[in-house]
């Protein structure tokens, strides 16, 4: 017995490390996924989903922290009652979840591993047989030090816990373990293989035979029943075949879908609100020198929500800022970014950058040359004039004399050039994609 439980000891005490610590490095997406639990649609207690991301911290530093108790054995008695409270309760959670299919993901590894409902309720289970054990056996769990030391080590465990829970709700979460991280391509994410399996579903046809009702399954083929009466069919999913990592993701206008459009562009940053009226404030403040800058470095900037149009035009008249904001639906716009905004950049599909709204400053945007830059849909204004530093026309400049003229300076491809043409451009709203400056001499 006293073998085993040592066994049971480590591998309980490693596992709620683990399951904690990926909960732990992203506590905001565990908060979405208890408001899912707490929805009407579940357990019908949707008065704590305000509270859901506090509950959110307290449960996986709770977690971490019990996994380090059981393995250097702090306050055994009341490590093992903890862990058995809890897994008492995650036991029914998964249950009711996998029984009426509420659920689809726990959340038990985050977005690190993802389980079917019968499989977290067989995991819990499994825990719950494995704590009993621990519970019955206790009297030989034994401190692996000394009162002070193991104190100490309890501590620092729950200081550093929460420390790190800090940290990623002020940034990003460590180690993103989503579709959408860094140096993955969205299109491939959501591509599905030409050999890829197909769905299996079961069909039962109800039919009235004889007087009779009569069941009869088949794999989608209507079934062909002599004299029979038709009068129901059920669908059943057996294997739901090959699901792409991202199913969901849309870019979408009033009039039609442009998620291929903006996927294809070369330089893409994307400013995430999940809901615009729960956007921070401060972070809304931030967005406008930011997106300026990008747009005038020569990024195509958009933004993505869940909201509707009156409220993006409201933000939009509000922040003064110079972009639309397009529609996506809300649990992928929580899952690209973890913050209300939340910035994400895009190259041909691929993410190559992520940011929360406090970190937008560390972003540092190149100013994109004219071959980097995506073909705007707008018509040439071809050369811009200058004539002593006022926008001129050609027609003008044909009209001054040789003899009046200081200078000439024709600008091909360099960052002067692009500095003063976006000035230009942004001035007069045009697009102008060169430049001739001439110089006069003085009377």
Aim: proline share 3%; net charge negative.
């Amino acid at each position: 017995m006293k073998y085993i439980v040592q066994i049971c000891r480590i591998f309980v005490g490693v596992l709620f490390i683990i399951s904690g610590f990926i909960k732990l490095n992203d506590p905001l997406g565990f908060s979405y996924k208890l408001q899912e639990y707490f929805s009407s649609d579940v357990l019908n207690i949707p008065f704590l989903e305000p509270y859901a991301l506090a509950i959110s911290v307290f449960v996986v530093v709770l977690e971490v922290v019990l996994g380090v108790f059981l393995l250097i054995g702090y306050k055994k008695k009341f490590t093992i009652w903890m862990l058995l409270g809890m897994i008492v309760f995650f036991t029914f959670l998964t249950f009711y979840s996998a029984y009426f299919d509420k659920v689809k993901d726990c959340g038990c590894f985050g977005d690190a591993l993802k389980l079917t409902p019968w499989e977290s309720f067989t995991k819990d289970v499994i825990l719950l047989v494995l704590i009993l054990i621990l519970f019955i056996g206790q009297k030989y769990i034994k401190p692996i030090l000394k009162n002070l030391p193991n104190s100490i080590i309890a501590l620092l465990s729950f200081i550093a816990s929460l420390w790190f829970a800090y940290h990623v709700l002020l940034h990003l979460p460590s180690i993103d373990f989503r579709a959408y991280k860094i140096g993955n391509n969205l299109q491939d994410e959501m591509a599905v293989p030409e050999d890829a399996a197909k769905p299996v579903i079961e069909y039962t046809w109800t039919f009235k035979v004889s007087g009779e009702e009569q069941e009869f399954v088949t794999n989608g083929s209507y079934p062909n029943v002599e004299g029979g009466e038709y009068i129901d069919v059920e669908t059943k999913e057996i294997d739901p075949g090959y699901i792409p990592s991202i199913q969901d993701f849309t870019i979408e206008s009033a009039e039609e879908d442009l998620t291929t459009y903006f996927l294809e562009k070369k330089h893409l940053v994307v400013v995430a609100m999940y809901n615009v009226y729960n956007s921070e404030k401060e972070g809304l403040l931030k967005l406008k020198n930011f997106t300026d800058d990008a747009i005038k470095k020569g990024y195509t900037v958009i933004g993505l929500s869940a909201s509707g149009d009156e409220a993006k035009q409201q933000l939009k008249s509000n922040y003064n800022l110079n972009f639309d904001t397009y529609l996506c639906d809300e649990k992928v716009v929580k899952t690209i970014v973890r913050a209300n905004p939340g910035i994400f950049i895009l190259k041909k599909g691929t993410v190559v950058n992520k940011a929360h709204w406090i970190d937008i400053e560390d972003i540092e945007l190149k100013n994109l040359s004219e071959l980097e830059r995506d073909i705007i849909a707008k018509e040439d204004d071809g050369t811009a004039f200058l004539i002593d530093g006022k926008i001129s026309s050609e027609e003008e400049s044909k009209t001054i004399s040789k003899d009046d003229i200081l200078e000439v300076f024709v600008y091909k491809e360099t960052e002067i050039a692009q500095k003063k043409l976006d000035s230009i451009n942004s001035i007069n709203n045009t697009y102008h994609t060169s430049l001739i400056e001439i110089l006069l001499k003085e009377n």
